[in-house]
């Protein structure tokens, strides 16, 4: 076989890659050394910005498979009947973390899937817990601020977080989570996905109803424990990407089944939360989980940068049938991941291998940096015009409502809505196991005994207020645990 030419990047061959032109064999270089000013400008322009949030993570190819018929909820094409399929792609993550942080960290997980479907690529953008830690994106910011480093020491902090959780009771539900073994899962092939947010679903007779999507692992649920989290991160960072790549590479390939919960709009006036609150969940014995399809990955990208790192989600990535829904985090969402990664990747982001839809892309959006043309050419840049065949398809026109209200105001996004201790409580009673109330009592306490500063006292007694809201033997045994003597005070605070 013939051997390929070394070439520039501009498709010259040259022969001299490893020693620099120099005046002499001991003189200075010369700048005239186009290979040397060429390898080292693009070796300093390797990476491009980290992710703010979810920055460390892993992705694989795949493919999904509808499994059961939901035509009578949606009239996306996916799902028209069962047996369907659509290659796919899934990146999971941890989300405080930088780069080079420890695959095992206590944290959330991302759990962010693109879908290749005919009708335009699909985002569904979640985590691996059912609801969050606040439920409007205009607190984003800061909540992931206390999540990340001091500006002055440039360490995490303990206190940080606990303030800003003590401060934000609706935080309790997910705290107890990411405080329980779930924060710890072993890799990501043995945990649960959700969209977390709520959707809604347009069927072929335009009717809609709310929807919440699921993803069970097919593998089982394992977790670390706080221990073993621990010396994991210390001996192997990056275990959840060696596990997966591993288990792929074997032919031992992941799966998850998807599910689906529905509420109808008269359900949803009826509920007794706001069914569009991310940090609450849907309990199954009122909405029960609906088979929809299965996940399966089945492949490891042959470079991790170009499909990994370049890899973009964003909620409002959507196809006809599936829609969004009032959830404030969601709305947030819709124009802040989008512009994420016109900022970090560029504006062409979608034009890129992983991020692009395999089928047809026919609009007039032109230029910008890393512009590929293939796909236009010479195609007008505007519309209407009387030279291409692009016409808008009044089937796909957009689904059609009344708001409940027209008032314009900055709602507090509490009033009528501030049970933030009923769900976590039966997280702890029900949901929990014995063993699992005892690592999560462990954890809080290894958590909160980092509260230091001038605020520790009050930081900690806020804490512990919630937690007696939620449960009263939860919070008597982090008190226990932290040595704080529990008053009269505290105790009615959690009435």
Request: with cysteine; charged share 25%; hydrophobic share 35%.
């Amino acid at each position: 076989m013939d051997n390929k030419k070394l070439t520039t990047s501009s498709g010259a061959p040259y022969y001299e890659h490893q020693d620099s032109q120099t005046v002499g064999a001991r003189g200075p270089v010369l700048l005239q050394d186009f290979i040397l000013q060429e390898n080292l400008a693009h070796f300093v322009r390797e990476r491009i910005p980290e992710r703010i949030v979810h920055a460390k993570g892993s992705g694989a190819y795949g493919k999904f498979t509808v499994t059961n018929d939901i035509t009578k909820y949606t009239k996306a094409k996916l799902f028209s009947q069962v047996g369907n399929s659509c290659k796919m792609f899934a990146r999971f993550s941890t989300v405080g973390g930088e780069k080079g942080s420890a695959d095992t960290a206590r944290d959330p997980r991302g759990f962010a899937l693109k879908f290749y479907t005919e009708d335009g690529n699909w985002d569904l953008v979640g985590n691996n817990t059912p609801v969050f830690f606040i439920k409007d994106a205009k607190k984003f910011p800061d909540f992931i601020h206390t999540q990340k480093r001091v500006p002055k020491t440039n360490l995490k902090s303990a206190t940080m977080m606990w303030d800003f959780w003590s401060l934000n009771p609706e935080s309790l539900h997910q705290v107890l989570i990411l405080m329980s073994d779930r924060g710890t899962p072993y890799g990501y092939r043995h945990m649960h996905g959700f969209g977390s947010h709520t959707f809604s679903m347009i069927n072929d007779k335009n009717e809609r109803v709310w929807v919440k999507f699921h993803f069970k692992t097919k593998q089982g649920i394992k977790n670390f424990t706080y221990d073993e989290a621990t010396k994991m991160a210390g001996e192997n960072p990056d275990f959840a990407q060696e596990d997966l790549c591993n288990a792929i590479e074997n032919g031992d390939f992941p799966k998850w089944t998807m599910y689906m919960q529905v509420m109808t709009e008269e359900q949803a006036k009826e509920f007794r939360w706001n069914p569009f609150d991310i940090t609450k969940v849907w309990f199954q014995g009122d909405f029960p989980l609906i088979e929809v399809g299965e996940m399966e990955l089945n492949e490891v990208p042959v470079n991790y940068f170009a499909h990994v790192e370049q890899s973009t989600f964003s909620p409002s990535n959507l196809i006809n049938g599936i829609s969004f829904s009032p959830d404030k985090m969601l709305q947030g969402r819709l124009f802040s991941y989008p512009d994420a990664h016109r900022y970090r990747v560029g504006v062409n982001a979608h034009q890129l291998e992983v991020n692009r839809c395999p089928f047809a892309t026919n609009n007039y959006q032109r230029d910008g940096f890393m512009a590929d043309s293939s796909q236009y050419q010479d195609k007008p840049n505007y519309h209407p015009n009387s030279f291409d065949d692009i016409k808008p398809d009044s089937s796909y026109k957009n689904f059609e409502y009344e708001l409940d209200s027209n008032h314009v105001a900055n709602f507090n996004r509490n009033e009528n809505d501030d049970d933030h201790y009923t769900q976590p409580g039966l997280l702890y009673t029900k949901a929990m196991n014995q063993e699992d109330r005892e690592h999560l009592v462990n954890n809080i306490v290894s958590s909160m005994k980092g509260i230091d500063g001038p605020k520790k006292e009050e930081i900690i007694n806020r804490q512990l207020c919630h937690f007696f809201r939620a449960n009263i033997e939860l919070g008597m045994k982090v008190a226990s645990s932290l040595s704080v003597n529990i008053d009269a005070n505290m105790m009615n605070h959690s009435k």
